[in-house]
């Protein structure tokens, strides 16, 4: 194993900052991160990334399996006690009488999005707060006016509910769908050549992901939407994936639509998320739901969905206050630093295949893809749970209509509260796999560790 010691002076340091800050050292809380990213205040993120003393107390904010190793945190992450804790409190106040608390707690999350737009870099009255990234993206490539013969120009490696929209709308009103294919991994200036070649008199829309949900891949938001604004093309960017994983501000994409599920990358609690639209767009995407007139201009007409689950929606202050609490610069410098361990470790075997960039300047952070020449990367999965209770997940092309892709990848995703012991087992399978092999009995290609559970839909 090659968990690094905790040294004695951080320790000191530590208490020292607890002690200053007038805290007991009460772990699991949401003071006890507070006050150990005080100890560390004026450290780069780069340093901080490797002090496990700091990380330690991040990994006591979660109540967590840790008979499991959850290298899955792509799909969703458990949130931390905080947070959880305060979704039931605020679940128990309503039920208390909710005619009455309802209607208060959906004005209380105001501030919610006051502040969620002063982190992320937008205006308020540009940020609605939905249940998830496909409501969001769906509000506004169903919320688009298009005619029969326009096109939407997507790509093979989009989510695959969101290709089903757009084959939906395909198949309703005879819209053109155009979906490119690109190499993994690949780069910006190739990702932006495919898109301009393809533009045609009848493009429309273009609809993309900030990063995959399968290899991680980086597209230029900003390059793309500014190419799509100067001819007249409207931008939809599935952001699931990168909010609250890596720093950016959502107004320097200068996108159109941006979708994301907060359920991800901000530990939320599951059925949150939110859609940013540029201010000027807002009246040109009508709501899922429909909204009277006087709404056209106001981002609210996208969140009236009629009775709410509110204690879910109020608990995403939580969430973000824990977000602070920790630094997105820092979060995402830990998320980085675990995955190079695993990925710098293994990639100097050349059965090794890294799909995602790791290079310099950043572009993967907690989602990194990997191949081992001539494994089922299916069977790779399932020997990982097998033997080590490591859950990640496999990924491999479908057939149309679902997302095509010629290559297949085990998607590696850690958080913030995984331990270095834990990425140093992951580094220890996957090299007990490359030495000894794996067994190739899929019982049934379709069938993923859950019985029933198709591989496909474990994302
Ligand atoms: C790229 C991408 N888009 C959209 C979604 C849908 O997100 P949600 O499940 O929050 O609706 C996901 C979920 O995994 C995703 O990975």
Redesign the pocket.
Known sequence: MRSEMWSRRSFLRMCGALGAAGYALKPGGLEGVEAASQSIAGRSPEDVAGDEFYWREVQLAFKLDRTLINLNN???APCPRVVLESEFRYMEMINMLPVHYQGMVAKNVETIRLRMAAEFGCEPEELALT???????QIAQNGIDLKAGDEVITTEQ??P??LTTWDQRLRREGIKVTRLQFPVPTTGDDLFRRFERAISPRTKVFHF?H????TAQMFPVQRLSRLARSKGIVTIV????ALGQFPFKLRDLECDAY??????WLLAP?GN?CLYVRREMIPKFWPLQAAPEQQDGDIRKFESIGTHPWGIRAALGEALAFHQALGGERKAARLRYLTLRWANALKKNPRVKVLSNLGEPPETWGVCAVNIEGMDVRDLAKFLMDKYRIIAVPLVGGAPPNQVFDYQALRVSPNVYTTLEEIDTFIMAMEDALKNGVPTSLASADDGPVAGVPWASI?
């Open positions: 792509g799909f969703t249940r998830g990234a496909s409501e969001s993206l989009d989510y509910r969101m992901c990063v995959t949900n399968l599935d952001g699931a994936h979708g994301v599920s907060l359920h991800k599951i998320g994302r």
